[in-house]
């Protein structure tokens, strides 16, 4: 199984995706937790590029996030999956798809064909998005922003808005949580999605 945790800086996704890991090994299952941009070597140095590095062409940025998510998919999750392991992953695809495709204007179906070919089409089974406004998710990023979180409140909206396109277009893969509820309260209801889900 492949489950993948999307949202904006600060809506708890990191927090979900950790305590899914812990209770699904608590019931026996091997489980891989990754996070992207990273989770490999070469995807830790892309990650300094993308959120310490210079400016960059919006394309540029698309195909940088598709690049670590490539080495991703090849070396770390699909070598899991095949062994029978679980997948859990602090964002993947469709961080690119609300962040590039839409706030950046790319064009969603754009940047998916683009992370298509880089991923081989691999897809989670299940993707929980944590929403929260744009306020609440400025509030919670603290006091060192990344070059992304560094983007106003209007980007912070569209990248909300593209989740939220994102889980109408893929309305059995992704799932539209409220993020502002309580941390145990939210795994509980992810934990019984995940059930019916599969
Ligand atoms: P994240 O690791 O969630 O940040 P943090 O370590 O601060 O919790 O993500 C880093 C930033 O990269 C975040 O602002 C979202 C952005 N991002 C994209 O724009 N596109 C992508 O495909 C991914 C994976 C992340």
Not at 171 to 180: C, E, K, Q, S, Y
């Amino acid at each position: 199984m492949f489950v993948t945790f999307e949202g904006l800086d600060g809506s708890g996704k990191t927090t979900q995706a950790e305590l899914l890991a812990e209770a699904l090994r608590g019931e026996g299952h091997s489980v891989i937790a990754t996070r992207e941009p990273g989770g490999t070597p070469l995807g830790e140095e892309v990650r300094r590029l993308l959120l310490e590095g210079m400016e960059m062409s919006a394309w540029a940025e698309a195909a940088l996030f598709a690049a670590a998510r490539a080495e991703l998919v090849e070396r770390v999750i699909a070598r899991a999956l095949e062994a029978g392991h679980d997948v859990v992953s602090d964002r993947y695809v469709d961080s690119s798809l609300a962040y590039q495709g839409h706030a950046r204007d790319l064009g969603i179906d754009e940047v998916y064909e683009l992370n298509r070919v880089a991923t081989r089409g691999l897809l989670p089974d299940v993707t929980f998005v944590l929403e929260v406004d744009p306020d609440t998710s400025a509030a919670r990023v603290g006091k060192s922003p990344d070059r992304i979180e560094r983007e106003g409140r209007d980007f912070r909206q569209r990248v909300l808005d593209g989740y939220r396109i994102v889980a109408r277009k893929y309305p059995n893969r992704v799932l539209l949580l409220d993020g502002t509820r309580p941390a145990a309260e939210l795994h509980e209801e992810i934990r019984g999605r995940l059930r019916e889900h599969l």
